[in-house]
Each structure stands twice: as C-alpha cells, then as structure tokens.
C-alpha cells in the first residue's frame, strides 16, 4: 500500500508558511511534494533548491527540510547552474515567480534553456509583482490595471513557456494551480527529465492581482483561471484574437538532447586523455 502523502512530512517544523489566503504557491508546493513522494523520495536529501526575490520564492527557503539557496533577484539560475555543474548527481531545482524568472532573469532562463543545462525551473506565474506592490508584469494580461499601469496594461504578455521550447529546452509544460494532478505529473515528469525542464504554473494572486482586475473573492478567481484555459491540441482551430489573454495549458515539448554537463564532462575526459 503506498505511503499516505501529508506536505508536512517535507517541512521544517514550527514554521508558518507566509502566503496570502488563496495564493495558488501553497498549490504549487503541493503539487511539487507530491511529485517528489510519487518518484519514491522518502525525504529531499537528494535535491537542492534555489530561489531569488518575490512570493513564490518563498516555497523552498526556508520552508522545505532541504538544502536551499536563497540569492539576488533573478540570479538563481545561474547559482543552480553552479550547482549542478558541481554536483551533477542532485537533482537542482529553481523556484520563482513570472517578474524573477522573466524579468530580471530572462536572460538567465533563455540561456540556460539553450545549453540544456540539467536543472528543473518552477514558474510559478501570478501576471503581477504579487510581493512589491502590484506593478505590472511581462506576464500581465493586456488591458489589465496595476499600479503602474492604472488605465489598463499595453503591452503584450510574454509567452514565456513557448520562448524557453524555442530556445532549446529538453522539457516545457503549463498548466494552472486548478489543474493539479496535471501539474504533479508534469513537475514529475521535469524532475526525470535529462537536460532543462521547464514548468509555468499560473497561479492566482488574490491580494495583488484579484482585487485589481475585480474578482468579488479566490472562488471567482479560480474560476476565471479554469474558465480561461485552452487545452494546447485546440489552439490549432482558433484565432489569434481568440486566443488573447488565455492560459494555453499543456506539455509543449518533451525530448532528449545531450545536456550542458554531458557536454562538458566529456570534453573534460578527452582533455585528459590528451593530456
């Protein structure tokens, strides 16, 4: 009989998690431990996490009973890359929200998708700077208000999940905190993967995003978020006007190619049988 899961078994003691009431990152962490317990990992011994600045950041430091890195924003791909370089036995994971991971970090993330470095990174995708007080984000929907933009967002969203298959990532999914066993599966699936894995979660931010855009409370919320997205295998029939502000939920892409440490480590070999 398989072992009941319980989220706590994965965190430090005597703490309380800091997110908001309906913040979909308790949604996202769940969804991770679950993965990880499926994968038959008893504890986190074998993983190291790193993090940067912002809401989702919060989800492995210092919360989950692992090693964790907890660095500047948008600078914790480049610390997992160390890592993982270092260490290619563990399995790095990266954690952050849509303004960490494509904002200040975007270069950090296509880069690290185009040398296939072997690292898992968790997007957790709320369309707003949740933590810093509302500003518009690379991810907010056009036309939605926030701080900085109160007559209404106009710029386009990032389609951040689709620049990163581009780029040269080995494994890319989205999927919304509404979709949880599709979510679990897919950050299982990343985990095992060999190469970069890259998962977008959309997430609701009640406290930032919500109250802005009108949501009367998180049920409302949730129901926009199931009620938007757009399985990846029916976009084919539907117009881009159609498709504006909609959650594409699905596996992109899901492939093997050498990865940056394979690369590397071998060149290191023949280097030393050269030598």
Not at 27 to 40: D, E, P
Not at 177 to 204: D, V, W
Request: net charge positive.
């Amino acid at each position: 009989m398989a072992e009941a899961f319980s989220m706590r078994h994965y965190l430090r003691p005597n703490l309380t998690l800091p997110f908001c009431v309906g913040c979909g990152c308790v949604n996202v962490m769940n969804s991770f431990l679950r993965a990880a317990q499926k994968l038959g990992h008893k504890d986190l011994t074998k993983f190291v996490f790193c993090s940067g600045i912002g809401c989702s950041a919060w989800i492995p430091s210092p919360y989950l009973m692992a090693d964790s890195l907890h660095v500047a924003h948008g600078r914790s791909i480049p610390v997992a890359m160390g890592i993982k370089l270092m260490r290619p036995d563990l399995n790095v994971v990266v954690f952050g929200g849509d303004g960490d991971i494509a904002g200040i970090g975007l270069s950090h993330l296509v880069h690290a998708a185009r040398r296939n470095l072997g690292v898992v990174v968790i997007m957790v995708n709320n369309m707003i700077y949740g933590m810093t007080g509302g500003q518009v984000a690379p991810t907010t929907p056009l036309g939605v208000k926030t701080t900085t933009t109160p007559y209404g967002n106009f710029e386009y969203p990032l389609d951040v999940t689709k620049l990163v298959v581009a780029a040269g990532a080995n494994y890319a999914a989205r999927w919304t905190t509404t979709h949880g066993e599709q979510l679990t599966q897919a950050i299982k699936k990343a985990i095992t993967t060999r190469g970069f894995a890259f998962i977008e979660a959309a997430s609701p931010c009640p406290t930032a995003f919500g109250r802005r855009v009108g949501f009367k409370d998180v049920a409302e919320m949730l129901h926009w978020f199931r009620d938007n997205s757009i399985p990846l295998g029916k976009i084919s029939d539907m117009t881009e006007k159609e498709l504006l502000n909609k959650i594409i939920v699905g596996e992109y892409v899901s492939r093997e190619a050498p990865t940056l440490t394979d690369n590397i480590y071998k060149t290191l070999k023949e280097a030393q049988k050269d030598a």
